[in-house]
């Protein structure tokens, strides 16, 4: 079975710092792009970041460019994103997904078939 686990949300204040981590289990992803994508309340769910195979390409939205980072560590089949000047429009369940079908980093959700659970973090202003 093939298990994708956020682990590194919480409550934080404005300005500060959280690293979200994503270990997946079940299945390899190595050779696949993996991305982060979050839902705030009464919002539809929106790309954050997406990390290509090999790590050499990356692509954000716009909000988070130059706060956030994505990157990853196959050999522990793990996928993190340093969130640095969290704001609280940042506040947000946070959602980590597995494309088996491509490469690339890619921002369309409709190219991620594996999601994680989510986990909440909360930015205080």
């Known amino acids: 079975q093939v298990q994708l686990v956020e682990s590194g949300g919480g409550l934080v204040q404005a300005g500060g710092s959280l690293r979200l981590a994503c270990a997946a289990s079940g299945r390899t992803f190595s050779r696949n792009g993996m991305g982060w994508f979050r839902q705030a309340p009464g919002k539809e769910r929106e790309f954050v970041a997406a990390?290509?195979?090999?790590?050499?390409?990356?692509a954000y939205t716009d909000s988070v460019k130059g706060r956030f980072t994505i990157s990853r560590d196959s050999a522990k089949n793990t996928v993190y994103l340093q969130m640095n000047s969290l704001k609280p429009e940042d506040t947000a369940v946070y959602y980590c997904?597995?494309?088996?079908?491509?490469?690339?980093?890619?921002?369309?959700?409709?190219?991620?078939?594996?999601w994680g659970q989510g986990t909440q973090v909360t930015v205080s202003s």
């Open positions: 997904a597995a494309a088996s079908g491509t490469m690339r980093a890619a921002r369309a959700a409709s190219e991620y078939d594996y």
């Open positions: 990390i290509n195979w090999n790590g050499a390409s990356t």
